[in-house]
């Protein structure tokens, strides 16, 4: 066996006589613990959150948006429909017509988005999964809409209100007098269901017909505001994002789900690192008591540590033997820590104890990633540690 690991095994396992060292390196051990332990279930949370996050853009948000690159429209022609058609890789798309337009309800009003979609929009987003109320558009019911829980609460709207529709409104274009009379074109739907989401997606949408939103913004048969496209590998979607671009031309803007929501993804990655970061500082506040146990090991065993110096062991092999047991102490300590954070991650996701809502458990997610980042990081700063702490062994301090 290793001789410095062999007697670091021993001074680490063995009582010593003074009490306060092994109070000490009980003290150490446990800091350890709970290092690992809060660093590996924040880590998890954040994991699972960052997940929660993004199913619900999911729901919000196709994989692929092409838009017009100047102003608000643009026409779908022949070229456009081959290269969506001939590729690959799209599972799906849908053209779309999305304008910000006025809701009126009984005496309430509110600034909104329509979006009118095609029968095949559910394909897209599967924005259907997310109806907490009522159906989805039927092709059969024209004149109806889907609204966000949001638009509902703040207009005190409810489903198949038949003798109350909501009105939809629209500026009408032009330039100089404006009729205030006649300066709207106007739409009543009947709605027919409630879609929930994020609190933006929730106050955003009116969902209509195409043929309605075109109808009532007067646009021609072939005129749309964009595509949403649903692709078979989502993994591959920079890249079709790069490759659609080059080959639709600098008319048209192509938008990754991440580009559509840059803001978004940057906040939830931020808030990931810097609580890295904060509990990554506690394990290090916790390794200080590793170093204070080692070092007050040292001055315990200088009687001993000048034996082995006079039996021929080297400088070198007794700092090693501190380095060892500091080592030695980290790891079994983020060992526990680990063992304990997997179970309750594991106890969360299963039977979820701790809960955001009545019916919504925090999301929490178990991720190879996060072992990896947990024992990387507690195992360099814990030898760091006890590379420190076995400084303090010179020559002139055993033979004094």
């Given at each position: 066996?290793n001789f410095?690991?062999?007697i670091?095994?021993?001074?680490?396992?063995?009582?010593?006589?003074n009490?306060?060292?092994?109070?000490?390196?009980?003290i150490?051990?446990?800091g350890?613990?709970?290092?690992a332990?809060?660093?590996?279930?924040?880590?998890?949370?954040?994991?699972g959150?960052?997940?929660?996050?993004?199913?619900?853009?999911?729901?919000?948000d196709?994989?692929?948006?092409?838009t017009?690159?100047?102003?608000?429209?643009?026409?779908?022609?022949?070229?456009?429909?081959?290269?969506?058609?001939?590729?690959?890789?799209?599972?799906?798309?849908?053209?779309?017509?999305?304008?910000?337009?006025?809701?009126?309800?009984n005496?309430?009003?509110?600034?909104?988005?329509?979006?009118?979609?095609e029968?095949?929009?559910?394909?897209?987003?599967h924005?259907?999964?997310?109806?907490n109320?009522?159906?989805?558009?039927?092709?059969e019911?024209?004149?109806?809409?889907?609204?966000?829980?949001?638009?509902?609460?703040?207009?005190?709207?409810g489903?198949?209100?038949f003798?109350?529709?909501l009105s939809?409104?629209?500026?009408k274009?032009g330039?100089?007098?404006?009729?205030?009379?006649?300066?709207?074109?106007?739409?009543?739907?009947?709605?027919?269901g409630?879609y929930?989401?994020?609190?933006?997606?929730?106050?955003?949408?009116v969902?209509?017909?195409?043929?309605?939103?075109?109808?009532?913004l007067k646009y021609?048969e072939?005129?749309?505001?964009?595509i949403?496209?649903?692709?078979?590998?989502?993994?591959?979607a920079?890249l079709?994002a790069?490759?659609?671009?080059?080959?639709?031309?600098?008319?048209?803007?192509?938008?990754?789900?991440?580009?559509?929501?840059?803001?978004?993804y940057?906040?939830?990655?931020?808030?990931?690192?810097?609580?890295?970061?904060?509990?990554?500082?506690?394990?290090?506040?916790?390794?200080?008591?590793?170093?204070?146990?080692?070092?007050?090991?040292?001055?315990?065993?200088?009687?001993?540590?000048?034996?082995?110096?006079s039996?021929?062991?080297t400088?070198?092999e007794?700092k090693?033997?501190?380095v060892?047991?500091?080592?030695?102490?980290?790891?079994l300590?983020?060992?526990?820590?680990?063992?304990?954070?997997?179970?309750?991650?594991?106890?969360?996701?299963?039977?979820?104890?701790?809960?955001?809502?009545?019916?919504l458990?925090y999301?929490v997610?178990f991720?190879f990633?996060?072992?990896?980042?947990?024992?990387?990081?507690?195992?360099?700063?814990g030898?760091?540690?006890?590379?420190?702490a076995?400084?303090?062994i010179?020559?002139?301090?055993?033979?004094?």
């Amino acid at each position: 066996m290793n001789f410095p690991l062999y007697i670091a095994k021993r001074y680490l396992f063995s009582k010593t006589s003074n009490n306060a060292i092994n109070i000490i390196t009980i003290i150490a051990s446990f800091g350890v613990i709970v290092g690992a332990l809060a660093l590996f279930i924040i880590l998890s949370g954040f994991s699972g959150l960052r997940t929660f996050s993004y199913s619900l853009l999911d729901v919000s948000d196709p994989d692929i948006k092409i838009t017009a690159s100047k102003g608000k429209t643009f026409l779908y022609t022949k070229n456009v429909q081959q290269n969506l058609e001939n590729n690959t890789s799209i599972d799906a798309f849908s053209k779309i017509v999305e304008e910000r337009v006025f809701l009126e309800y009984n005496d309430k009003s509110e600034i909104a988005f329509i979006k009118g979609v095609e029968e095949n929009y559910n394909s897209i987003t599967h924005i259907d999964s997310v109806l907490n109320l009522g159906n989805w558009l039927d092709k059969e019911l024209p004149k109806t809409a889907v609204v966000g829980n949001g638009i509902s609460r703040k207009l005190s709207l409810g489903i198949l209100n038949f003798g109350a529709p909501l009105s939809i409104m629209v500026p009408k274009p032009g330039v100089g007098f404006i009729n205030p009379n006649n300066a709207f074109y106007k739409m009543d739907v009947q709605i027919v269901g409630l879609y929930s989401g994020t609190e933006d997606f929730e106050n955003k949408f009116v969902f209509v017909s195409i043929n309605d939103a075109k109808n009532l913004l007067k646009y021609k048969e072939n005129q749309f505001t964009g595509i949403e496209i649903k692709l078979k590998d989502t993994s591959e979607a920079d890249l079709f994002a790069e490759e659609l671009q080059e080959q639709l031309g600098s008319q048209f803007k192509v938008q990754t789900k991440q580009q559509l929501n840059e803001v978004f993804y940057k906040v939830i990655n931020t808030e990931n690192f810097v609580s890295y970061l904060i509990f990554t500082l506690i394990v290090i506040i916790a390794l200080f008591n590793v170093i204070g146990a080692i070092i007050m090991m040292i001055i315990d065993k200088k009687s001993n540590l000048k034996t082995l110096f006079s039996l021929g062991a080297t400088i070198k092999e007794i700092k090693k033997i501190f380095v060892m047991q500091g080592f030695l102490l980290t790891f079994l300590g983020m060992l526990i820590g680990l063992t304990l954070g997997v179970l309750l991650v594991i106890i969360q996701k299963q039977f979820g104890l701790f809960m955001i809502t009545q019916n919504l458990p925090y999301p929490v997610e178990f991720r190879f990633s996060n072992l990896f980042i947990v024992i990387a990081t507690i195992t360099v700063l814990g030898f760091i540690a006890s590379k420190i702490a076995s400084s303090r062994i010179t020559k002139e301090f055993i033979e004094r």
